[in-house]
């Protein structure tokens, strides 16, 4: 949990600043006057004729933020983050632009030199900050730090009586991962609040399908039960859900939500997939389809608005992008195996992803917590598209965990002059798997395969399939595009959706969700069954069973419910099986664990679920073979993947009577778990009742 505020020392009981934000306020402008200078210097045209001049520059630059701000407020309110967004970046340049042309001895040419001066000056200050020491996320909230101290020495000191709850999602981690950038010295953050014995580490079963969407459905609604994948064939609807698009991840939510979500009471959902019934929902990729977009634009005033801040983010965008190329052409030229490519649009989302979205999350969450929202939950995404697409414990992949952690300790940082007493709780949705693609090793993508498996005996197969660059890495990229009209555009970025119209529905429709595969048949009413799949397409579950990179197929038979099906053998997953051998054969679960079983008959009974559920092959060493195409994947069985995590405050105890392990080390089995203890905290802290 974030340290007492005691810690910090005994508050002034006036309002006046103090020595030490007099200090930071002077450090800030003189900060920015280094900036300016350097800018200036090096620029081709532009000039000073004394550092007087630029100090003088420094200023009005920040005297100008101070006052346009409430405007740029009223006009967030109408325009949405979009609004925000623009009119920030205009809001900075015409301040500077003023600021610049009002002292006689500055010289500048250009708007466009005025914005290259603004992203020149920005990364000097990073760079100086980065020489002292300090965090080098701390521009983000520098002057939210400055106000917090004001707010707090003007609250009596019982207001921090009053607990609060912030939970960080970090999407994608494993606990093998985190334990391996303890021991790496990567994580400091979270290794000193273990050290110290503040809080502790527990793993948590992630169930299939191990995805964002159905963890976080769990985690925030406590129902997982309409979330069988990524993406899905409905068949109720005739057209393909995708999760991460606005009106679908809406549907979505409409369907699981029971209006008791974790965040229900005051909290506060930002940059996660649905909302967890909280009345302040930022960047949730479920609110965006409506006119309000992703929360009240003012919300994002600060961010937008600050000098430096903005184009700061900006140009560390651009240089992630330069780092994306480097790295990859770097795996490339080394070898490194098994890989995938690292080109394309996928570039400028790790770069939306690990700067642009981190810096403003941070910014957000920053908000809540100084405005005393009693809980607040964020999902941090930085590592898990890097791990897809490098590897999970590539050295690009876990320099991500890096930067979260410093977010953690900004954010730790905050909660000491919060109006509430913060307790902060770490937690993943899933891990992820290493190993070659089913495409790589097989020589076709899946949908070609089951293509050919159903055209001896089907002309005209139609497969739908949605690609891996229609997955979870648009989720930041469709944030950014909110807004007024935004939410629309989000809607249509991507591959478009299938049609719906029930005179042209596919024969087939396949989908990937890392190693977890499906098939619909939507021609065909209901879950279709093993001998009416037979009939029909006799060479298409045989076919699947011979390829080396798939090892069970799951499928509804009449007589004896879902049975899962290897190359030698098979297992009927349900408990009430008629007498005799639940298994014949080899046990094509047994390279997946204990947990396979019970896992897979679940899916096998979701709402939504495939006619036939593929989980790829898996070896010793836990390496599995997405059907998409990505090097480092989760949403099926094998490795890392179902391994999440949990942070939580030492003083605190896992319920017993939750769903856990008792055949493992798993703390809590199921995200429906976790939501369970997370509301029992809640109530203990008096969060709800």
């Known amino acids: 949990m974030a340290p007492s505020a005691a810690a910090t020392g005994t508050r002034a009981s006036w309002w006046g600043p103090t020595l030490r934000d007099i200090g930071e306020g002077l450090l800030a402008v003189l900060s920015s006057a280094l900036g300016l200078g350097v800018a200036l210097l090096v620029l081709d045209g532009a000039g000073a004729q004394s550092w007087w001049d630029i100090l003088a520059a420094a200023v009005l630059i920040a005297i100008g933020d101070r006052l346009v701000r409430p405007l740029l407020r009223l006009l967030a309110v109408a325009l949405g983050i979009v609004g925000a967004l623009v009119a920030g970046l205009a809001a900075q340049i015409l301040i500077a632009w003023v600021a610049l042309n009002l ?9 466009g030199q005025v914005l290259l001066l603004l992203v020149v000056a920005s990364g000097v200050m990073a760079g100086a900050r980065w020489l002292v020491g300090g965090n080098d996320s701390g521009y983000v909230l520098g002057d939210v730090l400055r106000t917090a101290r004001s707010r707090a020495r003007r609250r009596d000191a ?53 995805t964002t969407p159905a963890s976080q459905a769990g985690l925030l609604h406590g129902s997982s039960l309409q979330v069988p994948a990524f993406r899905w064939w409905d068949k109720d609807l005739d057209r393909m859900v995708v999760t991460n698009r606005p009106g679908d991840a809406a549907l979505v939510e409409r369907r699981l939500s029971d209006g008791h979500g974790l965040l229900v009471h005051g909290g506060a959902a930002v940059s ?80 939306i992803s690990n700067v642009l979205m981190r810096d403003l999350n941070t910014a957000l969450v920053a908000e809540q917590l100084l405005g005393g929202t009693p809980t607040v939950f964020v999902d941090l995404v930085d590592y898990d598209e890097i791990a897809h697409h490098a590897g999970p414990v590539r050295p690009e992949a876990l320099r991500a965990l890096e930067g979260i952690d410093r977010v953690l300790a900004l954010l730790a940082e905050v909660a000491e002059h919060a109006p509430r007493d913060y307790r902060i709780v770490v937690l993943s949705d899933h891990g992820q798997s290493l190993g070659e693609t089913f495409e790589q090793v097989e020589g076709s993508p899946l949908t070609d395969v089951v293509r050919e498996l159903m055209a001896g005996t089907a002309r005209g197969v139609d497969a739908t399939t949605e690609q891996s660059d229609a997955g979870e890495a648009w989720s930041p990229l469709n944030a950014l595009l909110s807004g007024t009209g935004g939410a629309r555009l989000a809607d249509r970025t991507g591959p478009a ?138 949403g099926g069985l ?40 997370l509301v029992h905290w809640q109530r203990d802290l008096g969060l709800r009742p």
């Not at 002292?103 to 708007?111: A, D, E, I, K, N």
């Open 103 to 111: 002292v006689p001895g500055l010289t500048v040419r250009s708007w």
């Open 158 to 210: 019982p207001g921090r009586d009053a607990p609060g709850l912030l939970i960080v999602q970090l999407d994608g981690v494993s606990r093998e991962v985190l334990s391996h950038a303890i021991d790496a010295g990567l994580v400091p953050t979270m290794t000193r609040w273990l050290r110290l014995g503040t809080h502790r580490l527990v793993g948590w079963w992630a169930q299939v399908p191990a």
């Open 272 to 351: 996660t997939m649905f909302t967890g019934d909280a009345p302040t929902a930022l960047v949730v990729i479920s609110r965006a389809h409506g006119r309000r977009g992703f929360g009240p634009g003012s919300a994002f005033v600060r961010f937008f608005s600050s000098p430096y801040v903005l184009t700061r983010t900006l140009g560390l965008t651009l240089g992630e992008m330069v780092k994306e190329v480097y790295q990859g052409r770097q795996q490339r030229a080394r070898g490194v195996a098994p890989r995938v490519s690292r080109r394309g649009v996928y570039v400028l989302l790790r770069a």
């Open 497 to 634: 959706r299938p049609a719906g119209d029930a005179h042209a529905l596919p024969e087939v429709a396949v989908i990937a969700s890392g190693n977890l595969g499906m098939l619909w048949f939507p021609r065909l009413p209901g879950r279709a069954t093993l001998d009416e799949i037979t009939a029909r397409w006799p060479q298409l579950v045989p076919g699947l069973l011979a390829r080396a990179t798939v090892g069970v197929v799951v499928v509804q038979t009449s007589d004896h419910g879902p049975v899962a099906l290897g190359a030698k053998g098979s297992r009927l997953l349900a408990d009430d099986v008629p007498s005799g051998p639940a298994v014949q054969g080899d046990d094509p679960l047994a390279p997946y664990g204990p947990r396979a079983r019970p896992d897979l008959l679940r899916v096998a009974g979701l709402a939504h679920t495939g006619d036939v559920i593929l989980i790829s092959a898996v070896d010793d060493r836990g390496s599995v073979h997405a059907f998409e195409g990505l090097v480092g994947s989760h």
């Open 638 to 677: 094998g490795g890392a993947q179902n391994d999440a995590f949990l942070l939580y405050p030492a003083s605190w105890a896992i319920d017993e009577t939750l769903p856990g392990e008792d055949i493992g080390d798993q703390a809590l089995i199921g995200a429906e778990a976790v939501y369970a203890q």
